[in-house]
């Protein structure tokens, strides 16, 4: 019951033409940019965080204009799988699958359509999931002490690679490589300047929005330059569209699975390590063991595409739920959402549920209404969504450059900012070619001082004793899910992705979510 | 091979983290950690990692002729020099050349890169700057 009026309270604050309007404007962006091969969910929202810091948006607007873009982003990645069999995002690439070759006999329409309609069952059930589960985890979470927030940050970083890491030597190389950053700057508890070089711009430390958006967005337009490649100024004309609506017997047959998939997605987006990629490949591998007696899936079946848009939108949501209520993000996207958070200067955890409630509760009504739109959008307009398409990334890469040089410029006014960015965007681009993941960096810098002044904190409050880290059950209880979630991927991580890329060809370097 | 290079630079980059570490001058006022400790954690970290990357390494990624390495090494010489001509020529003229560079280079013609390169620059001057009111470098000619 409380719930529901904290939920009442939330619509209150998201239902004003502003924040409306910024919604609309985020799912739109957020669909175009999940369509668009190339630019993913964290690529997009990466390159709009500086640009709603600087125009000034409080909080709750900015928050509600980012996770619209989020939300928008999960639903476009689908329109370039299904029409041109290029996953417009990692987590898409498993509707490639059985949407292509539905748009191939002649059903892009449906295919589309149905997908729309599998993505916000799979979104809206997992808002919900939201609300009931992220409360429940708050409770648990303001148990914690300092040892045990030590300890569930390395927890986070130990399984930020993922069950389908194939090398956890460069996850855990990434991570510390993104910590070390943080740590540039002035110590916070005793004054004294570190790794600065007597370099007067360092002091205030490295601004993790210069290292986002410079190892994300810079280092695409690297690649892109690479490769040169014109294989995403596909054709889309050559294929009809089709029907639009699906049928009402299609939704009925399709029903059980997207119910069933929104589960199984909604626990691997909550579960650290999986985030949304596993979320659409468990939940198409399921369906398929469970319903495909025919063998239709991979030829078109529409199950086969309801399953994993289901399954990757609520692993979307389901991920909400540690960045909202522990303030550690279990994938790249809410990684990239937590830095939204940190530059709002709002710290995301327990307390915030209960401090600054309107930000919490406003931004899942946001999360409703967005939803909302976004099923209204991208069924009637999917057409002007294909039609972005066609834009070619030689005209894109550009706009997106620019885009990012503007939103950094904008929030400090200085040429090293842009240069460091630069510096990151080289750095992001050999990295990616190295196969080192970038999320652990970017979530190295947001966490690295959080993680030190906990460890800190821990050891001063046992008068220097260390084994005060160890101390609780609680804690070695984390401990031990840290080392088992990093070795685990050792063991079996390589046949899990051998199966995925087996199942989709993989995209080079494209940023795990 | 790449990846070995690739480890030792980690290592060495991990060495000098670590000394630049134990350099830190403390101040007379710290607590039990002291800000060295956890800086020393993490470059034994990085050291572990880029050690194991060295041992184990992954087969080489596909790297790019020289030609390509000189495309990407020009455009991070036009982005450095656009970082810094910015304040300089003004947002709307750098904006344009950088745009109407990168446009050329990733295989426009030359005359529609010139054409979508001041496009580039106009639209997001209109959008961010008239429209959204955001300060954009200001250079000897006002935009």
């Known amino acids: 019951m409380e719930t529901l009026s904290s939920l009442a309270d939330g619509f209150v604050i998201a239902l004003t033409w502003q924040n409306l309007l910024l919604a609309l404007l985020g799912c739109f962006l957020g669909t175009i940019m999940g369509a668009l091969p190339g630019l993913g969910p964290s690529n997009g929202v990466a390159i709009l965080i500086p640009l709603a810091f600087t125009l000034g948006l409080g909080a709750t607007p900015a928050l509600i204009l980012l996770t619209s873009v989020y939300y928008g982003a999960m639903y476009g990645g689908r329109i370039s799988s299904i029409l041109l069999n290029i996953p417009g995002d990692e987590p898409a690439m498993m509707t490639c699958l059985d949407g292509y070759p539905m748009a191939q006999k002649g059903r892009a329409g449906e295919a589309l359509s149905l997908s729309g309609v599998a993505s916000f069952v799979g979104s809206f059930l997992a808002t919900w999931g939201l609300i009931l589960l992220a409360p429940q985890l708050v409770k648990i979470a303001l148990l914690f002490g300092p040892a045990e927030y030590f300890a569930l940050f390395t927890l986070a970083f130990a399984t930020l690679g993922g069950v389908a890491s194939t090398n956890q030597a460069k996850t855990a190389f990434a991570a510390a490589l993104g910590i070390g950053l943080a740590t540039v700057g002035v110590d916070t508890q005793t004054g004294v300047p570190r790794f600065t070089f007597g370099e007067v711009h360092l002091y205030d430390g490295i601004d993790f929005l210069v290292a986002i958006v410079g190892l994300f967005a810079l280092s695409e337009v690297f690649l892109f330059l690479e490769h040169r490649h014109g294989k995403a100024d596909a054709d889309t004309s050559k294929i009809t569209i089709g029907r639009l609506m699906p049928s009402f017997s299609l939704l009925k047959s399709c029903t059980p699975t997207m119910l069933r998939t929104s589960f199984l997605g909604f626990i691997a987006g909550v579960l650290p390590g999986a985030g949304a990629s596993l979320g659409s490949f468990i939940s198409y591998t399921f369906e398929k063991k469970l319903v495909d007696k025919e063998g239709t899936f991979g030829t078109g079946d529409p199950r086969g595409v309801a399953a994993p848009e289901a399954g990757n939108n609520a692993a979307a949501g389901g991920a909400l739920v540690p960045m909202l209520a522990l303030g550690v993000p279990g994938s790249g996207t809410t990684a990239v959402l937590l830095a939204v958070l940190l530059a709002l200067n709002i710290t995301p955890g327990p307390l915030l549920f209960t401090q600054q409630p309107d930000v919490v509760w406003g931004l899942i009504a946001a999360l409703f209404i967005a939803n909302f739109m976004l099923l209204l959008m991208n069924i009637p307009m999917i057409g002007l969504f294909t039609r972005v398409l066609l834009i070619p990334p030689r005209i894109l890469m550009p706009i997106v450059a620019m885009v990012s040089f503007v939103g950094i410029y904008g929030i400090s006014g200085s040429s090293f900012d842009l240069m460091v960015m630069v510096g990151f965007g080289v750095a992001g681009w050999v990295l990616r070619k190295l196969d080192v993941p970038l999320v652990p960096i970017i979530l190295g810098t947001l966490l690295g001082n959080a993680m030190e002044n906990n460890l800190r904190r821990a050891i001063t409050i046992s008068n220097g004793d260390w084994f005060a880290l160890i101390d609780s059950p609680l804690s070695v209880a984390l401990w031990s899910l840290a080392v088992i979630g990093f070795v685990l991927p050792i063991l079996f991580g390589k046949i899990l992705k051998a199966r995925m890329r087996r199942m989709a060809k993989d995209e080079e370097g494209s940023i795990v979510d | ?143």
């Open chain 2, 1 to 143: 091979m790449s990846d070995r290079v690739f480890g030792v630079v980690g290592l060495l980059l991990a060495i000098g983290y670590a000394w630049a570490a134990l350099i830190i001058e403390e101040s007379f006022l710290s607590d039990a950690v002291g800000p060295k400790a956890f800086p020393l954690i993490i470059a034994s970290v990085l050291a572990l990692a880029s050690i194991v990357i060295i041992l184990k390494p992954d087969p080489s990624p596909h790297w790019p002729s020289f030609l390509r390495f000189m495309e990407v090494g020009a455009a991070i010489v036009v982005m450095l020099l656009y970082a810094n001509l910015l304040p300089v020529l003004g947002f709307v003229i750098a904006t344009a050349f950088a745009a109407t560079y990168l446009t050329w280079r990733l295989g426009s013609g030359p005359i529609s890169s010139v054409v979508s390169g001041c496009a580039t620059s106009l639209g997001i001057y209109a959008v961010f700057h008239l429209v959204l009111g955001l300060s954009l470098a200001k250079g000897p000619l006002g935009f």
